[in-house]
């Protein structure tokens, strides 16, 4: 299935998004159909693993609009590969806006649909705003010291002293002095030497080195 280009404002960046357009079918209603609108989850972009649920949903007769966050993908944003969570939430409501205004699109028949942080975000969205008609929260993070305590409970049972439950080190030692120096059984968000670049990419602007 094809998909549209689209661009829209929100506050400072300009977000880049695709526009899968709904094939006619029994929810449109005078002529407008729902939209959905999607957005993916911690680092994630459009481009990884979206687009099959976008089809599927427009298959079923559903405009969808999926989109990248500022600072990652095809989206603007000076600061690149930062989670600004009140920049999310504003991109996130300016789709909103951008999907209400699209051809064909009904106003009042607004989905919005997010995983893991997305999945918080749009739950946060829905509760201020009583124009969405529906919610789709796929593991959705709603707490993070809730689930940083689990983890450490967690950890607990498993037998990892708390000293080794650290996921990511912030300290003067480099992901990669850190990946060599680890201990055996020592809990860690990747165990693969060469994920470390990775991980550094990703997650060292999120504790701003």
């Not at 951008?98 to 009042?108: H, I, K, Q, S």
């Not at 509760?127 to 959705?140: C, E, F, K, Q, R």
Request: without cysteine; hydrophobic residues 45%; negative net charge.
């Amino acid at each position: 299935m094809t998909f549209h280009s689209l661009q829209f404002r929100s506050r400072d960046a300009d977000v880049d998004a695709w526009h899968f357009p709904a094939k006619p079918g029994r929810l449109d209603a005078s002529g407008r159909a729902p939209v959905v609108i999607m957005a993916h989850g911690l680092g994630g972009t459009k481009d990884s693993g979206l687009t099959p649920f976008a089809e599927r949903f427009a298959d079923a007769g559903m405009h969808v609009v999926a989109f990248d966050y500022r600072g990652f993908g095809s989206s603007g944003g000076d600061d690149r590969q930062r989670v600004d969570l009140d920049g999310q939430l504003a991109d996130y409501r300016a789709a909103i806006d951008a999907a209400r205004r699209l051809d064909g699109v009904d106003p009042d028949r607004v989905v919005l649909w997010g995983v893991s942080l997305s999945g918080g975000h749009v739950l946060t969205i829905a509760a201020h705003d009583s124009g969405i008609a529906a919610v789709v929260a796929l593991t959705p993070l709603v707490d993070g010291l809730a689930a940083g305590l689990l983890a450490a409970i967690v950890g607990l049972l498993l037998g990892i002293p708390p000293a080794n439950q650290r996921v990511f080190e912030f300290g003067p030692v480099s992901y990669q002095e850190a990946g060599k120096q680890l201990p055996r059984g020592t809990a860690a968000a990747t165990v693969e030497t060469d994920g470390i670049p990775g991980i550094r990419y990703l997650v060292l602007p999120l504790a701003g080195r």
